[in-house]
Structure formats: structure tokens, C-alpha cells
């Protein structure tokens, strides 16, 4: 039993097949692999917090009951991804037999894609030797960054980042069981701040609880370091009037006091971009392909309040044609 002081991730994760959100396609074929008490090799792919963990923990409840702990095996590639990782804890696990009246045991490895190319290598071969006592569960964030012959052992599903209903719902349920007040413009923020990742939302909403229990969007933006749409949007219309140092002004002022990276801030504006009314559409195009330029050099090394200063210089120059 979780206690009171959980972390809130933890606490409202999913136990069955029907209290997870989202990837409905996902869910119900592997609720028919558990219904019939078989199921091949999985690969799980997709971005972070949108249930990869958290279906493969329900899958192991589901088909081991209480006993599930024994039969389950979760290891973090990206923590041990070498090659005695997969030749020593993942080979002893799998080649004993499962615990109870169960057909095989599962092993869990999560971020797979940190897993070096010769770690993926010995993988393959121990997931061809051990398919009678083991069944392999790989999560990655990249599918391509999986060797082949893996994913041809495998059934690949891809998840979705979660659509603006199912995080509505999700925040409905914790606010009913926390006691919170969230009103309609703070859940538009949470959802706008995790782009559907569900763990994002759960860790937001306990970091503001922690501060209020009635939640607005202004707490859910200063929480999570994120610039509000209409400052960006400002930003970007002095730009468009050719005021540069009027857009300087309110960049310098959203990054301090968001506390805001220029990789952050910049993914911001890429995406305010498409916003932007009485601009054509070639123009929009510029001012993305300006804004992954000033990303590629602040990630090589370039300092970011220059980069940014250069990016808006440029904005306003197509803008002004």
C-alpha cells in the first residue's frame, strides 16, 4: 500500500488494463496475448511518461497475480548497458524456470536504445536460446536505434503522447482525489507544458499542490520554467513591426524570469511560429528553418544569448520583407 507521502507518479499509476489511458490499440491486443496466457516478444516505442512501464508492470500483475514480483524481471539499460549485463543478470534470470503455474517469466528492459550495438547483439542471442522460460519485454524511445534482427524477434507497438481529453481526465481524477481546485485555463497549461506526458502532468500537479490547492495557470507556467504563449506571442509580433529591441527586451525578460535555457525558449517560439497571423506560409518555413539553425549552434557550443539575439535579428528581417 502506497502511503500518503508518495510520489504521485507512483501513486496513481495503473494496476489493470482498464485504468490505463491512452494507446487504446496498444492495450487491447496485449490484453489478448495475457487473456491467453501467451504472448511473443514485445518492443515498446515511443516519447517518455505515456505508459511503456507502466503497461509492462500491469502486464506482469495481470498474468501472475500477487506472485508477479518473483516472475518479473525490470532492468534500466540506460543505467548498466553493457554486455555482462545482458551475459550475466538478464542470461541467470531467464534460464530458470518461472515461479508457480505460469508458462514463462518476463524480463522488462527499459530505455533499450542506451544499450550498446554489441549488448543488443548477445540480447538477440539470448532471446532465441531462453524462449521457453522467457518472454522479453524492450522499451526504447527510438525504434531505429534498435538493431534489426531484434525487431524482427519482436511485436512492435508505438505509443502516442496522450490526447488533450485523456490528460483532462487524468487531472480530473487527481484534483477529485487530492482535493485540488484546477480551473479550465491551468489544465490548457498542463496539457500545452507536457505535451502529453502523463508523468510530466502527475509530477506538475503535486509540485503546484505542494504550493496551493487552487491551481491556476500562472502557478502551473512559473513551476514548470515554461514562458506563456501570449509573452511569446508578443515577442513575436514586435518582430513583425520590425522592433527589435522591443522583442529583445521581453525575451531577456521572459528567460529570467522563467528561468528559461535557449534550447527551451526556442522550441517556444518554433512552435508560436504557425501561429502568427497575416504571415505566409513561406515565410513561416524561413523562420522554422532560422530557429533549428540557432538550436544546431547553441548545441555545438555556441552562447545562447547571442544565438538568440541573432535568431530574432533574423526574424524581423523576413518579416519585414
Known amino acids: 500500500m502506497i502511503g500518503e507521502s508518495s510520489i504521485w507518479t507512483e501513486k496513481y499509476r495503473p494496476k489493470t488494463f482498464k485504468e490505463v489511458k491512452g494507446q487504446k490499440d496498444v492495450v487491447s491486443k496485449v490484453e489478448a496475448f495475457v487473456k491467453q496466457g501467451n504472448m511473443p516478444h514485445l518492443l515498446f516505442a515511443g516519447p517518455a511518461g505515456i505508459g511503456k512501464t507502466t503497461l509492462s508492470l500491469v502486464i506482469a500483475r495481470q498474468m ?55 549488448a543488443q547483439q548477445a540480447l538477440r542471442r539470448t532471446m532465441e536460446n531462453y524462449t521457453q522460460t522467457c518472454r522479453f519485454i524492450l522499451s526504447c524511445n527510438y525504434s531505429s536505434k534498435i538493431i534489426d534482427p531484434i525487431q524482427s524477434r519482436c511485436t512492435v507497438f508505438r505509443f502516442k503522447p496522450l490526447a488533450r481529453e485523456e490528460i483532462a481526465h487524468i487531472i480530473e481524477k487527481i484534483a477529485k482525489d487530492e482535493g ?35 491551481i491556476t495557470e500562472d502557478v502551473v507556467y512559473s513551476i514548470a520554467s515554461y514562458a506563456k504563449p501570449k ?34 525558449i526556442i522550441k517556444q517560439l518554433q512552435a508560436a511560429c504557425w501561429q502568427l497571423s497575416g504571415v505566409d506560409d513561406r515565410k513561416k518555413l524561413e523562420l522554422v528553418k532560422s530557429c533549428g539553425e540557432a538550436e544546431f549552434r547553441m548545441v555545438e557550443g555556441a552562447d545562447e544569448y ?8 533574423s526574424f524581423t528581417l523576413t518579416l519585414q520583407r
Open 306 to 313: 547571442l544565438q538568440l539575439e541573432a535568431l530574432l535579428a
Open 180 to 214: 485540488l481546485h484546477v480551473d479550465a485555463k491551468a489544465e490548457e497549461a498542463l496539457f500545452l507544458v507536457s505535451n502529453g506526458d502523463v508523468r510530466r502532468v502527475e509530477n506538475l500537479l503535486q509540485a503546484c499542490a505542494a504550493l496551493e490547492k487552487k
Open 64 to 118: 501472475y497475480g500477487d506472485e508477479w514480483r518473483g516472475n518479473f524481471l525490470e532492468l534500466n539499460a540506460s543505467d548498466e548497458r553493457g554486455i555482462d549485463v545482458v551475459r550475466n543478470k538478464v542470461k541467470d534470470f531467464a534460464r530458470t524456470r518461472a515461479i508457480g503455474d505460469v508458462p514463462f517469466k518476463i524480463i522488462y528492459l527499459d530505455e533499450c536504445d542506451a544499450l550498446t550495438k554489441e
Open 231 to 264: 509573452e511569446v506571442a508578443q515577442l513575436l509580433e514586435h518582430a513583425k513591426q520590425g522592433d527589435f529591441p522591443g522583442a529583445k527586451k521581453i525575451l531577456l525578460t521572459v528567460m529570467l524570469e522563467y528561468g528559461l535555457s535557449g534550447t527551451d
